[in-house]
């Protein structure tokens, strides 16, 4: 079963969390593999979009976003595009466009950044858009500061969560066909306290205490074997990292409340795109075909539209069914 787990380092300010997938991961890799043109993933697409879902849920988890975070990468290799949605209540989907060959055992860099465009966006879109209102997007490269290409999904990220939200965080991220799993640990603000960087004299002793706690249980984190966090289960993780130190635990999310697949597609959502086509596009495939087909890539269910159907989403706003333009 899938399950997350929320803790709290006692008496200092340090958070963590640790998601492992199993359920809703191999329900993502099974609609991929049940798709007849595409078929299975490759090992390290299917690695990759697995980091890339424990990631979401984290992240997800630790803004408490009222909307969808969508983690994409924009490749410039045989990945062209990996993406990984999750709602506020963790229902989650994801799917990666390929094309050509991803050979065993191939690199990041080598499936998203053969040639440095590769870039990786992560999109906070919440569920209801005041008039005007643009959903927020942040954007890194895939490259460290001195443009040489990042090799792992969790330095990238790492990266865009020190620039978005000036928290120094570590992360360990690892997925196989079984199990997609993720550990974080978060310095916390202080409060009450402005910009550290500012303060002098006890302050800066008080800083330097707490910069050696965190940098401690940081380097604890990072020791966690990819291996490690696939097997062992949340408590051994625990323990292994951590007997030294002294964790406040929350109720994990499992059960009914654990991530889980979920998809948001749905008829009156394709309709929509098909009235973005443009009526004589959309006539030219019903010339064409008979019938407008769109299979949706994250769960593939199939939607078909026929000549009546597409009438209907072309008639005026003001005679269409009561159902349709309710949906955003
Ligand atoms: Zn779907």
């Known amino acids: 079963m899938s399950e997350l787990h929320k803790f709290l380092f006692e008496g ?15 329900e993502v890799q099974r609609r991929r593999a049940a798709n007849s043109t595409t078929g299975a ?6 690695a990759l979009l697995g980091e890339m879902i424990a990631a979401g849920v984290l992240m997800q988890s630790n803004i408490k976003f009222n909307g969808s975070l969508i983690l994409q990468i924009f490749g410039d290799g045989p990945v062209k595009l990996a993406v990984a949605e999750i709602q506020s209540d963790l229902g989650l989907r994801a799917t990666a466009t390929v094309r050509g060959e991803v050979p065993a055992g191939a690199a990041l860099s080598a499936m998203v950044n053969l040639h440095g465009q590769g870039r990786c966006a992560i999109t906070l879109d919440p569920k209801s858009l ?9 954007v890194v490269p895939l490259t460290n500061a001195d443009y040489r290409p990042l ?9 865009y969560m020190r620039q978005s939200e000036q928290l120094e965080t570590t992360l360990v991220l690892a997925a196989d066909d079984r ?16 910009n550290l960087e500012g303060q002098r004299g006890q ?3 008080e800083t330097e205490v707490l910069n050696e706690h965190y940098n401690r249980i940081a380097t604890l984190a ?22 030294e130190e002294k964790l406040q635990r929350f109720e994990p999310l499992q059960g009914e409340t654990a991530p889980r697949f979920a998809c948001s597609c749905s008829r009156e959502r394709v309709g929509k795109m098909i009235q973005g086509l443009g009526v004589s596009e959309a006539h030219d495939i019903l010339a064409e075909q008979g019938s407008i087909a769109v299979d949706c890539e994250f769960c593939g269910a199939q939607y078909r ?24």
């Open 12 to 26: 200092l300010p340090v958070r963590g969390m640790i998601v492992r997938l199993t359920d809703a991961w191999t």
């Open 41 to 46: 993933y490759a090992q390290p697409v299917q």
């Open 130 to 138: 005041l008039p005007g209102q643009q959903p927020y997007q942040g």
């Open 151 to 159: 090799e792992k999904l969790s330095d990238v990220l790492q990266h």
């Open 179 to 194: 199990v997609a799993a993720g550990l974080l640990i978060q310095r916390l603000p202080l409060q009450g306290k402005g």
């Open 203 to 205: 302050d800066e002793h």
């Open 222 to 243: 990072s020791s966690l074997k990819r291996d490690e966090l696939l097997t062992l289960d949340v408590e051994t993780i625990l323990r292994r990292l951590f007997w």
């Open 305 to 328: 539209f026929d000549a009546v159907d597409v009438a209907q989403i072309f008639k005026a706003p003001g005679e269409q069914p009561p159902s349709s333009p309710a949906v955003q």
